[in-house]
């Protein structure tokens, strides 16, 4: 499985955007990238995953260059309700496990 | 719609007990997976159920152990417990025609071990 380097934590006011970069440099071509989201006391919930390029929904923007060896969750214009923990997951939609890191924990401040 | 549910929410064990957790999927899910997530780290995978199978595991000892039930639901059981084994348990659900990846989790049931 890829391994994945995120920040540990960031720091935000309302209103601003918030980007996430997640290093994964030995990414497999059958990879895909996923971020969830975690409250405190709350299981993690999917927010955006990708392949290549960029995708985006109506929660964030997911990056990744044409290489692969990261990518970059954007969070527009956050509120105090964004602070939470942010996962980046690299692997196989065969394997069946999720693999979590640490996570970066980003507090958005009024 | 009820998204997936756990009981009980909050637990409290000594060592060498035993434990039973519970989790209902959300509904049209047949997949259940669980994870440990210890406090201030990221969840980890325990196992996978489907067709009241255990299809996948992770690294942990023979005392992790589940079951599956024709419904779907599941339970997760922790024999013998030890004081590291204090983290929140939580239960995700997937139906199989989805990407893996986007598993629905539930609030988890925390458990303490004195």
């Known amino acids: 499985l890829a391994k994945t380097t995120q920040p540990i934590s960031m720091d935000s006011y309302e209103g601003q955007e918030v980007n996430i970069t997640c290093s994964h440099n030995?990414?497999?071509?059958?990879?895909?990238i996923t971020w969830y989201q975690q409250f405190p006391s709350q299981g993690p919930r999917f927010i955006i995953q990708?392949?290549?390029t960029k995708v985006t929904n109506e929660v964030a923007s997911l990056f990744i260059p044409a290489d692969r060896k990261s990518s970059t969750l954007s969070l527009p214009r956050v509120s105090l309700s964004d602070t939470a923990v942010y996962y980046c997951l690299v692997g196989d939609q065969r394997d069946y496990k999720l693999s979590f890191g640490a996570g970066t924990t980003v507090t958005v401040r009024a | 719609d009820a998204g997936v549910t756990q009981s009980p929410t909050h637990l409290i064990k000594t060592r060498g007990q035993q434990v039973t957790l519970r989790c209902s999927p959300k509904s049209g899910h047949d997949t259940v997976s669980w994870y440990q997530q210890a406090l201030g780290q990221g969840p980890q995978f325990i196992f996978q159920y489907y067709e009241e199978e255990e299809r996948q595991r992770g690294n942990f000892p023979d005392r992790f152990s589940g079951h599956q039930f024709p419904n779907y639901s599941s339970e997760l059981n922790v024999n013998a417990l030890l004081l590291g084994d204090s983290a929140l348990y939580l239960c995700?659900?997937?139906?199989?025609?989805?990407?893996?990846?986007?598993?629905?989790f539930g609030p988890g049931t925390r458990l303490l071990v004195l």
């Open positions: 995700a659900s997937s139906p199989t025609e989805v990407q893996q990846e986007t598993q629905y």
């Open positions: 030995n990414i497999a071509t059958n990879d895909y």
């Open positions: 990708g392949y290549k």
